[in-house]
């Protein structure tokens, strides 16, 4: 039990750190890892206190005791138990194929700068993650990265979630950190980065 909440906590930190630095590919690893293992503790902690249970009533010395007592232990302590456990919510968002940014608009209209990080030579990537009141996913992968030149603010486009959860935009120029920008609800499909 506590080397499962020990790794918990250890999967946990090294996602936290990477979400943090923008490492999404680690995180989404250490998230998985997260996800895996609470299901595992949870079904094999059922079965470690059902076994038990078992094992107790069949014991001569129980052979004597009032069924009440049993009755009370199995079904009341057992349920509180397993409804606690149960409740353990990790915010996490269970997806297959999380949205991806379909397009990196810089023409609709043209904003030309050289300010801040939006210099020429230099590329921008985006990413997205799905969020549901508080219930995050994965992190999809990097949008192929589009050249810069002389122009800023590109126009985002992102597909719908077909379950209508709100995508959060993460911007990337070119290898440096990772920065949020901004989210898309439900039905819209366009973004601006400003």
């Known amino acids: 039990f506590l080397v499962k909440v020990f790794l918990m906590k250890q999967y946990a930190y090294i996602a936290n750190y990477n979400y943090e630095i ?7 690893t250490q998230y998985v890892n997260i996800k895996s293992l609470s299901t595992k503790f949870k079904n094999s902690l059922f079965a470690d ?6 094992q107790v ?3 001569n010395l129980l052979s004597k005791v009032q069924n009440e007592w049993y009755k009370d232990i199995s079904e009341d302590v057992l349920l509180d138990l ?3 456990i149960e409740a353990i919510d990790l915010n996490m968002i269970d997806v297959n194929g ?3 940014v379909k397009d990196v608009d810089f023409a609709a209209p043209e904003i030309t700068s050289q300010y801040g990080d ?6 921008v990537s985006y990413a997205v993650q799905l ?3 508080n219930k995050y996913s994965t992190f999809s992968s990097w949008s192929k990265p589009e050249e810069i030149g002389n122009k800023a603010n590109p126009t985002i486009t992102v597909p719908q979630d077909n379950n209508g959860r709100e995508r959060l935009i993460f911007r990337k120029i070119d290898n440096g950190s990772t920065q949020f920008v901004g989210v898309v ?3 819209e499909t366009k973004f601006r980065d400003i």
Not at 49 to 54: E, F, H, L, Q, Y
Request: glycine share 2%; proline share 0%; hydrophobic share 25%.
């Open 22 to 28: 923008g490492n999404f590919d680690t995180f989404n």
């Open 49 to 54: 206190v059902t076994n038990i249970i078992k």
């Open 57 to 59: 009533k069949n014991k």
């Open 82 to 84: 397993k409804n606690d």
């Open 98 to 100: 999380i949205v991806e």
């Open 118 to 123: 939006w210099k020429d030579k230099r590329q």
């Open 131 to 133: 969020r549901d009141e």
């Open 185 to 187: 609800k439900k039905t």
